[in-house]
């Protein structure tokens, strides 16, 4: 009898642990800053040079890639107005092929930028549980709206950058949306505060001269053989925790 009742209890568990939120894989504290950046693409602000570099280095797709071809690393900060970022990307060819930003996006040049406000995991391809936003070369924001087609996040994503050579900084402000945001309906993005835990990650898609991109290179390791999933799965997002 006894044995039977804990038996029950750890199917039980196994259970609920199917429905638990996400693991955190990867987690990163996050700076507070007091006064938000210049978004110039120029990490003038002495904030910057106090925070850590994180590594943008795990190969999603593509074949092995040499320094010249492709390096990235990242930092980040955060206020109660949304997350900041400072990427610095060495990319030998900066592609824009095809100007429609509502077209074959994902086969330019551009960051994605994964946020997923609660940190719940799971599915959003078409849903405003978690935003995976591709910012162009030219701005553009593009995301797969609830209606199952690419819509543009402009006001939610501000970048700018720069180019010496071939390396190339994005300074961009993030503003942080929960799941209920509709389209045009003038809703606020979230107000964030310490301690808060965001679903994160980063990504480049990098593309030289192919018709298809060429790489595609993430923040955070994905286990199994598709490294594909961000777009898709918010499970496999690192985790921010907001530090003040
Ligand atoms: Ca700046
Ligand atoms: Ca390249
Ligand atoms: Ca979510
Ligand atoms: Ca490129």
Known sequence: MKKGFSTLLAILLLCCNSVKEKEDTLILEVSYIEKSPNIDGKASESFWSLIDWNPLDQ?????????????????????????????????DVLLDKTEDPLKLWWNDDCLEIFVDEDNSGGLHQYSHNAFAYH??????????????????????????????????????????????????????????????????????????????????????????????????????????????
Do not use: M
């Open 59 to 91: 190969n999603w797709i593509g074949g092995p890639y040499v320094y010249d071809d492709f390096n990235g690393r990242y930092k980040i900060a955060w206020n109660e107005q949304g997350l900041y970022l400072l990427v610095e990307i060495t990319d």
């Open 135 to 244: 910012v162009a070369l030219d701005g553009n924001v593009v995301d797969l709206a609830p209606d199952k087609t690419p819509k543009l996040y402009n006001d939610h994503v501000q970048s700018v950058h720069t180019t010496t050579d071939n390396v190339t900084t994005w300074e961009l402000a993030i503003k942080v949306f929960d799941e209920d945001f509709v389209k045009g309906s003038g809703v606020e993005p979230v107000t964030l505060v310490p301690e808060k835990k965001i679903g994160f990650a980063l990504a480049y898609c990098d593309n030289d001269t192919s018709t298809e991109r060429e790489n595609f290179i993430g923040s955070v390791f994905v286990p199994g053989e598709d490294k594909n999933q961000g777009w898709i799965n918010a499970d496999i997002f690192g985790t921010l925790i907001l530090k003040k």
